[in-house]
């Protein structure tokens, strides 16, 4: 594909449920970034994958996160016990080394 | 720790006017420093960036100085389109070989014919 996707697009869930979130980074780009936009903490950075180097999770908000990338490609973001403040669009950047970030659409995620 | 203070806005203008968008930056070292632009129903995308000062950043009409004395990275555009109209958010980044993005809050703009 020409950029980066991210599937679901839209995801509603029940307070107390798990959620997986796929993101498939542009071919040959070996970072790959997830960030998270809510109305009340605006655009912030979540975790960071580089090749096969351990990756930058400190911006994960509790241990109810997790993220793992496979194969150095696909990435999935899972949220475990989900709860309301949850409700975001969680985003995917992925780039070169270095290099300018491209990011996917989103997957908008509503916690009832 | 490292963060982005943004104009607040929303910001409406005329089609034509001039703009600025303000944004400052604290950081413990030397940052690079970008602008992105999230246009209606599309995602972020780079819209400009400088990696040291001085340096100058344009794209599309719209530039943005490095100015280190003043940590700031403000926006201009001489004569904005209604096609501007977008959320722009001012970031920085610090690692080198880890680029996570510090974002402001975003400035919600506006152009009416």
């Known amino acids: 594909g020409a950029g980066v996707s991210q599937s679901p697009s839209n995801k509603v869930t029940e307070k107390g449920k798990d959620v997986e979130l796929r993101c498939d980074p542009i071919s040959g780009h070996t970072a790959l970034y997830w960030y998270r936009q809510s109305l009340g903490q605006g655009l912030e950075f979540l975790i960071y994958?580089?090749?096969?180097?351990?990756?930058?999770k400190s911006g994960l908000p509790s241990d109810r996160f997790s993220a793992e990338r496979t194969g150095g490609s696909v990435s999935t973001l899972t949220i475990q016990r989900t709860q309301q403040e949850d409700s975001a669009v969680y985003l995917c950047a992925s780039s070169l080394v270095l290099g300018e970030q491209f990011f996917g659409p989103g997957t908008r995620l509503t916690v009832l | 720790g490292d963060s982005v203070t943004q104009m607040e806005g929303p910001v409406t203008l005329s089609e034509e006017a001039f703009l600025t968008i303000n944004c400052t930056y604290t950081?413990?070292?030397?940052?690079?420093l970008f602008w992105y632009v999230q246009y209606p129903g599309e995602g972020l995308q780079l819209l400009l960036k400088?990696?040291?000062?001085?340096d100058k950043g344009s794209n599309k009409g719209f530039e943005a100085t490095y100015r280190k004395e003043t940590t700031s990275f403000h926006l201009e555009k001489g004569s904005v389109q209604v096609s501007d109209s977008a959320v722009y958010f001012c970031?920085?980044?610090?690692?080198?070989?880890?680029?996570?993005?510090?974002f402001g809050t975003g400035t919600r703009l506006t152009i009416i014919p």
């Open positions: 970031a920085l980044s610090m690692d080198f070989g880890n680029e996570k993005l510090t």
């Open positions: 950081a413990t070292g030397y940052p690079s």
């Open positions: 400088a990696t040291k000062a001085d």
């Open positions: 994958f580089q090749g096969n180097s351990a990756p930058d």
